[in-house]
């Protein structure tokens, strides 16, 4: 973008000293017009535009005290700014630096903030010790390794510390963080770091954001943590605390925006009212991948997120019920799966509002979907324009599935796996449904036909209902899967995006990717940011008769079809070879006939192939993949040859040369004596075996005074060996 003429023809002996052109498209073109200001700007904002490269001539402007260049397209940062010895505020985020930090930044000694966040610098932190004005360190999401430098304890002014996402790793002592007893916010998450406290150290600054994610903390519950009574943001997810969770926490502080103490080993139980004494709107809590155990706290107030899962909470969830009607409670993501929740689903949702995720699966929850749960769907805020993700698979829900959730036309995932559940597959899903990424209903009770509408679904990644009581034939219209009939990888991840609230008028926002367990290549396996990657039928277990279609095979990005344990008849269709991404291939315990496709040879990513118990005849093609399969793949298919099965096929033998079957003197076939031999050797080796160690062991079991015997001759066999190799090495050195 030009400069505009308004300010190309302004007149440059007028002094400008604030100047801001940033969120435009500017490219380099505005530098010669932008110096005729070089003794006069003070303040210069540029950033997200388009600047490539930043010219040396920069370094003339000595004038400036504040330069914003974030957002932009630089690659490198010209020594040159280390002129410019006025600047109190660099801000060069969100670049492309890279390289080393350099060495003329530490001239610029006024500096109260620098900000070198988002790039790819590498190589080791600056020295700090010359910026005793620093009041803000922003070196997150760079590539910076070896040790925190201890020179960042002499900032004695430092509000701000944040160098995370980085590779940085040794101690984080008391030595790096006693003098700053400005600092409000602490974030050295995700980086090799251990945090070495002394457990009675009182820290002399009192945080209002600690990120401390990833570090080694110890098995230990932080004893310093008790000394910060005010902090808004928590993040010690991943740190390795395997302690009680101490009772003080729970009372630190009533300003809590942001608890992460996911993926830990922590142990002890959340006072019942805790929460809602304690959070106010849109809220995270991530407590997920720990031992807390008892019941689940109420759940009256509203939160951005809530993660319980992977716990040991008890009880119900009738609490939920408990929410005062003209406070509606808003979640964007509600997950207590993999817990030991039981009882029925209260019937009370038509005043809970979700948009993200639901999740209760693994649990033992019982009894009849509600009818109102459908409105949880039924919401939309934030640019979400409702529930994306409902899994309430293995639990014990019986009954058919409720006509309300006709109202989720936004999911993308919808698992109700290993239920009771039980009726028709109903129409909806197909019509209603139209994002469905994943739709998994196995294991239940379902009955009917695969109906035609479930093609509708062009989205559809993952098809799973395998292990119920379908009949009928498999549609021909599965080929209008799009997304299956793409080769490549769709991209996809199911993502939801939840809102923070930092005060009456501001908010932040935060990304959770959603993971899924798949059954596949007959083991379970679990996906989130490669779940584009996963393209999977699975019509197992069921009483599907008829032919496989010749349509499937045009889902040429298919890796795994299951249709095992079926009624299916007919042959393997012939161009199953253009399914070029099967990974896994398990047409098993039908009644299939026909030879095997030769061009599924092909398949050059087939790692799971289970073709026994059907009717299929004629030669196994040749080719190393079919080969390398155990001949368990092939059995229970009686006009079946050739390898891996030991079936030879007509003209195989000729091949393989003549067998001889001489006689011996008593007219017995050679054969049968060489078997009587084998015998004799195998039986010969038993006994001896057993005499052998019997006539040892068990003399030495029985006879004490030989045991004490046996034993003491092993001990001077022993010193006798020590000594000689003792005596062998001191001869060996004296040479």
Not at 176 to 185: D, K, P, T, V, W
Not at 462 to 478: A, V, Y
Request: glycine letters at 6%; one cysteine or more; proline letters at 4%.
């Amino acid at each position: 973008m030009p400069i505009p003429p308004v300010l190309v023809n302004a007149n440059s002996s007028s002094p400008l000293s604030f100047l801001d052109l940033s969120w435009n498209h500017l490219n380099s073109s505005v530098f010669p017009w932008l110096f005729k200001y070089t003794n006069s700007l003070v303040f210069l904002n540029l950033g997200v535009n388009n600047l490539g490269s930043i010219p040396r001539a920069f370094g003339n402007m000595v004038a400036l005290v504040h330069l914003d260049l974030s957002g932009n397209n630089l690659e490198s940062i010209p020594r040159a700014f280390g002129k410019m010895v006025a600047l109190v505020h660099l801000d060069l985020s969100g670049n492309n630096l890279r390289g080393v930090m350099p060495r003329t930044l530490e001239n610029l000694h006024n500096l109260q903030v620098l900000d070198l966040s988002y790039n790819n610098i590498s190589g080791e932190v600056l020295d700090l010790s010359n910026f005793s004005f620093l009041r803000e360190l922003r070196l997150s999401h760079n590539r910076l390794n070896r040790s925190l430098t201890k020179s960042v304890g002499e900032l004695s002014m430092l509000q701000v510390l944040a160098v995370s996402s980085n590779s940085l790793e040794g101690d984080v002592t008391e030595a790096h963080l006693s003098n700053l007893s400005s600092l409000n916010q602490l974030d050295l998450s995700f980086n090799s770091l251990s945090l070495k406290f002394s457990s009675n150290w009182v820290p002399p600054f009192h945080l209002d954001i600690i990120r401390l994610s990833s570090c080694k903390l110890g098995s230990a519950f932080p004893q310093w943590l008790q000394t910060q009574k005010n902090f808004s943001e928590l993040e010690m997810s991943d740190v390795g605390i395997s302690d009680t969770i101490p009772n003080w926490f729970w009372n630190l502080s009533s300003n809590i925006k942001l608890l992460n103490l996911s993926h830990n080993h922590i142990k002890g139980t959340i006072p019942l009212h805790w929460f809602s004494s304690s959070f106010f709107d849109y809220h995270i809590t991530d407590l997920s991948y720990n031992n807390f155990t008892g019941p689940l706290p109420q759940l009256n107030s509203n939160w951005s997120l809530l993660n319980l899962s992977n716990n040991k909470f008890q009880g119900s969830i009738t609490s939920i019920c408990q929410t005062n009607r003209s406070s509606m409670s808003d979640y964007s993501h509600f997950d207590l799966s993999n817990n030991l929740l039981s009882g029925e689903l209260p019937n009370c949702w038509r005043n809970k509002l979700f948009f993200g995720k639901f999740s209760l699966a693994n649990n033992n929850f019982f009894g009849r979907i509600p009818d109102s749960f459908g409105s949880i769907c039924d919401f939309s805020i934030f640019g979400s324009s409702g529930l994306e993700s409902l899994d309430l698979h293995n639990n014990n829900f019986i009954g058919e599935l409720p006509k309300s959730l006709i109202n989720c036309s936004s999911l993308k995932l919808l698992d109700l796996g290993e239920n009771r559940l039980s009726g028709r597959i109903p129409t909806w899903i197909g019509t209603s449904l139209p994002q469905l990424i994943v739709r998994r209903l196995a294991s239940n009770l379902f009955i009917g036909h695969i109906l035609l509408q479930l093609c509708h679904l062009t989205s559809l990644q993952i098809l799973d209902l395998s292990h119920n009581d379908i009949r009928g034939t498999i549609p021909k219209c599965l080929n209008n899967f799009t997304v299956m009939a793409q080769m490549q990888s769709s991209k996809v991840s199911i993502s939801h995006v939840y809102p923070l609230r930092l005060s009456s008028h501001r908010y932040a926002f935060s990304t959770y990717l959603d993971n899924f367990l798949v059954a596949f290549k007959e083991k379970y396996l679990e996906y989130s940011k490669t779940l584009g990657l996963v393209k999977v039928i699975d019509l197992s277990s069921n009483k599907l008769q008829g032919e496989i279609p010749k349509e499937i095979t045009s889902l040429a990005g298919l890796i795994g079809l299951n249709l095992s344990r079926n009624l299916l008849i007919g042959i393997i269709p012939h161009n199953i070879g253009d399914m070029e991404r099967l990974e896994s291939l398990d047409l098993s315990k039908n009644h299939l006939s026909g030879i095997i496709p030769p061009n599924l040879v092909d398949l050059s990513f087939l790692s799971c192939l289970i073709l026994s118990n059907n009717s299929l005849s004629g030669r196994i093609p040749t080719g190393t993949q079919l080969q390398s399969f155990n001949a368990s793949a092939y059995i229970g298919n009686q006009d079946l040859c050739g390898l891996p099965l030991l079936k030879r096929c007509p003209g195989d033998q000729a091949a393989q040369g003549p067998r001889t079957s001489g006689i011996d003197g008593e007219g017995n076939n050679q054969e049968h004596a060489n078997s009587h031999e084998h015998l004799w050797f195998y039986t010969s080796i038993v006994l001896g075996f057993i005499v052998g160690f019997w006539g040892v062991c068990g003399s030495l079991l029985l006879k004490s005074s030989w045991r004490h015997a046996y034993f003491q001759y092993l001990e001077r066999i022993g010193d006798w060996l020590y000594v000689t190799i003792a005596i062998g090495m001191a001869k060996l050195l004296r040479k």
